[in-house]
């Protein structure tokens, strides 16, 4: 039983396959992301738990986990499809393109456009 431990937050086994397991639901619901609530209702974990088991394991919060998650697949899908910034802005879960830019822009220091430029 390998334990990690951090903030006094100890995760068995069982609660470190939970936390992949929201890790997974998060990967697999970028266009309409579940709450905290939601996410830790769906794999059977307290919230608490969840957000410090995201820290232990991840070394991010929930939400910086999306982001980082959403800004990769951004990053691809840029360079490897001809969608429009709008298009891929809404598959990622933003309702507003001029958000998606900024966060995009936060994260690698670029606009979207000038990513598709180069």
Known sequence: NVEQQKEGCTLGAADQEKIHWAASIIRDNLEKPLTI??????????????????????????????????????????????LSVQEIGMRLGYQNTSNFSIAFKKIHGYSPMKLRER
């Open 37 to 82: 609530i939601e996410l830790a209702h769906r794999v059977g974990i307290n919230q608490t738990k969840l957000k410090t088991g995201f820290r232990t394991l991840f070394q991010n919060t929930v939400f910086g986990y999306l982001q980082d998650i959403r800004m990769h697949q951004a990053k691809r899908y840029l360079l490897d499809t001809d």
